[in-house]
């Protein structure tokens, strides 16, 4: 059996960044940046106020005190936005807003809760230092700075920093267009009435669900039956809207596994078994012209939801133009002892992961759950890890210290 690293490695064969593309901002939302954005402008701009009040030449109230107020007329009105480039002369002030360009021949704001808010005059209880709430030309960015780097994602921090600095559109790897469809002539659709023998289709909803939390565009082409034709048929009509397809169900020994029968010989896909438990046969190749890479992944939903963050998930984030990191992990002591863990295959086991306060803060726990079959997906919405037991591990005491892989925790 293939190792979990050489399947990795060869999913990641498939995929390379998508080609970047120019897209106005909120589109490029979720977006990687494929260039760095420098700053054409420092920020701020120009030197400006930081509170409401009355820009004025700190020197004019050194001396003002509550009991002797200095009074100084008010020459000008300044609002955020004023275009006029307004003076003051010593001994006089204007009032000023939150964002308005500073007055040449002040140094300073006096914030209006200090004064007693005059408009024609106005009375100055207190001192400030030269500068007080003043916002200096380029003490945010200065001119030419790189504001955003290659490789960043484009959320809101970096929409907002783009758009201050004036950037209307970037060039970026787009999100990946992930298609997702299950197979299976047991499947009917949730809120459709079942049958003997039929069960409620859930392995695509997970799916396109974590490739959406993953920061693509995912689709969920729902299921089809077992018809050879028919599984074909949709396989090639869903090629032209993806990035990349996945497919759930039928690539083990069953007489009826379609999705191995339909694309074993078509493009370049594979059919192998990985040392995993779960998520031991697995699919993978490229599939119509242009080429375009799909992974088959087992139908049992615990299969499939383990597979995801094992093998696709970087192969998405290489999709997406960021590194194939795999997902974030630490150590942390078992709370309960692995008894059976298979021989010659790497489980990873549904758990708890749970930081010790109660230890005095000496590190976390994972307590695996007790219903680890690979149809038994009701846990998959208690837990938030993955304890990795090594292949050549069958059991492990309590108290143990294993690796432990943190799931996203979704939207
Ligand atoms: N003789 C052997 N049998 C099996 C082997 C093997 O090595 N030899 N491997 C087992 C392992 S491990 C896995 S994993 C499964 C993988 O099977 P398939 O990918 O062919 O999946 P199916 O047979 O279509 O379905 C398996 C199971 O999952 C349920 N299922 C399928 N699709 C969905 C869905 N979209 N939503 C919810 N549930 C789904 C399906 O009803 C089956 O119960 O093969 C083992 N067998
Ligand atoms: O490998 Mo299968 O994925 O055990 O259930």
Known sequence: MKTVEQHISDVLDLVRPLDPIELDLLRAHGGVLAEPVASPVS????????????????????QATAQAPVRLPVVADIPAGDPSATAVRRGHCARIMTGAPLPRGADAVVPVEWTDGGQAEVAISRPVRPGNAVRRVGEDVEKGTTVVHRGARVGGAELAVLAAVGRRAVRVHPRPRVVVLSTGAELVEPGNPIGPGQIWESNSYMLTAAALDAGCAAYRHGFVGDDPATVLRTIEDVLVQADIVLTTGGVSMGAYDVVKEVLSGLGTVRFEQVAVQPGKPQG????????????????????????????????????????????????????????HSPPGRRSYLRAVLEYDHAAGGTGYTAAPVSRQGSHQLSALAEVNALVVVPENTTELPEGSVVEVLQLPTGA
């Open 43 to 62: 920020l701020p701009a120009f030197d400006n106020s930081s509170m409401d009040g009355y820009a004025v030449a700190a020197a004019d109230v050194a």
């Open 284 to 339: 993978l190749g490229t599939v119509g012209d242009p080429a375009t890479p799909i992974l088959t992944l087992p139908g049992n939903p615990v299969s499939s939801f383990v597979s995801f963050y094992l093998f696709v998930l970087p192969a998405l984030r290489r999709l997406r133009g960021l590194p194939p990191d795999p997902l974030p992990s630490v150590h942390a002591r078992l709370a309960a002892p692995v008894r």
